[in-house]
């Protein structure tokens, strides 16, 4: 990946001092870019048993049910989806439940039918499905 590298191109009457702090201050800027794009924003899970998920999954692809996914509560989701996708072709429930609240009203949702998904999103008080 490329990396992000100050290049400050400035008027040779600017203050000594003055071009020495914003050499800095882009220094630290491009340094915070490179961090920023390293991050994990979310990631892509597998899972077969119980399974809770963590504030950074985004897709969950669960196989040979009957189990539960609990997810993180809403509160601490404000504003975060989740997907959760059964990537088989059996027939078994797999529930759906948040760690604190409900989802569309109500304690939990499921899964019932091969290949089906459901896209979960936080309002900061339940998860709502989309």
């Known amino acids: ?28 800027f491009a340094r915070s870019i490179n961090q920023a794009a390293n991050l994990v924003l979310w990631k892509t899970v597998a899972v077969s048993t119980a399974y809770t998920a963590g504030v950074n999954d985004h897709i969950i692809r669960c196989t040979s049910g009957p189990y539960t996914v609990t ?28 760690a604190s609240g409900n989802i569309d009203g109500a304690g939990s949702t499921s899964l019932t039918t091969a290949w089906q998904s459901r896209e979960l999103f936080s309002d900061g008080t339940q998860w709502l499905l989309v």
């Not at 996708?85 to 797999?94: E, I, M, P």
């Open 1 to 28: 990946m490329n990396s992000v590298t100050p290049d400050p191109r400035l008027p040779l009457n600017i203050d000594n001092l003055f071009r020495l702090k914003l050499a800095d201050y882009l220094s630290e």
């Open 71 to 98: 997810i993180p509560s809403a509160s601490s989701m404000n504003g975060k989806r989740i997907v959760i996708k059964r990537a088989d072709s059996g027939t078994s429930t797999l529930t759906i439940s948040s």
